[in-house]
């Protein structure tokens, strides 16, 4: 009899092991939805993350955000690549995203910017819309304002990130080249550090919803990392807060 209970024991032991592997298998899954840059290049001025504010009714339970690293900046091999930021507000205000370009001596050109009508949650502008096209090699600055008060500009909300445009790797182009499925090309996207692409794919389809978060959490949590070694307090609070609103927006989203 002993050694009955001995052997379920043992199952069940066994059971729980292998369990324990495959949440630990499914978490590094998680873990390598994005994998930074190696050697990321940093934002040339601090950027904001949206502040304390919800939105122009400052909603408490989310804010503006862009669906971005400002960590560090972050890639892309699109020269007509697709933003995207979150909108806490039911009601529509006028929006303005606008680009800017970072000359040799790091000062800021404003080159395009685009007007539309502001959505609730999350949204996302891509320039071939407007047949623009950035430049590879170039390092850009790019805004997402919420006109609350088209009479007040004060009252405006905005939010920014840098992205970088950069050639295609041989390799990627080759493994992109054979594949057609967008989750899966977001894979390989955010395996190999580019941001916007890995995002840009998963926007393409309702389906792709829980890679499109999962790819939000991973970045949550990254920019809370940053955030513990980052000794500018401004810098830091950017980033504690960038964190905070990702992870609320991910769970507004999951609702």
């Known amino acids: 009899m002993n050694k009955k209970i001995l052997s379920i024991s043992s199952k069940v ?3 729980l092991l292998s369990g324990c592997i495959l ?3 499914i978490a590094n899954t998680v873990i390598a939805a994005y994998t930074p840059p190696k050697k990321p290049s940093r934002p040339r001025s601090p950027v904001a993350s949206g502040g304390t504010r919800g939105g122009c009714s400052q909603n408490p339970q989310a804010s503006l955000t862009a669906l971005a ?3 560090h900046n972050g890639k892309t091999v699109s020269t ?4 995207a930021w979150f909108v806490p507000d039911t009601k529509s205000y006028p929006m303005e995203l606008s680009l800017y370009e970072y000359n040799t001596d790091d000062s800021l050109k404003k080159i ?3 007007d539309f009508p502001s959505q609730s949650g999350i949204m996302s502008f891509s320039i071939s819309q407007d047949k623009y ?3 590879v090699g170039k390092k850009y600055l790019w805004q997402i304002a919420l006109r609350c008060d088209t009479n007040s500009p004060s009252k405006d909300i905005f939010v920014e990130a840098e992205i970088e445009v950069v050639p295609m790797p041989n390799n990627l182009a080759n493994q992109i080249s ?3 499925n967008s989750i899966q090309k977001a894979r390989i996207y955010g395996k190999e550090g580019f941001w916007y692409d890995a995002l840009s794919e998963t926007l393409k389809s309702p389906q792709n919803q829980e890679f499109k978060l999962t790819l939000l959490e991973q970045l949550s949590d990254l920019e809370a990392k940053e955030a513990t070694i980052i000794s500018d307090n401004n810098i ?3 980033l504690q807060n960038q964190s905070s609103h990702l992870q609320k927006i991910v769970e507004i989203e999951r609702q």
């Open 236 to 238: 830091k609070v950017n």
């Open 80 to 83: 007509q690549p697709k933003f």
């Open 133 to 135: 096209s950035l430049s």
């Open 69 to 71: 690293p400002i960590s």
């Open 13 to 15: 032991g066994i059971k």
């Open 112 to 114: 395009k910017s685009f």
């Open 178 to 180: 054979q594949i057609t």
């Open 23 to 25: 949440s630990l298998m």
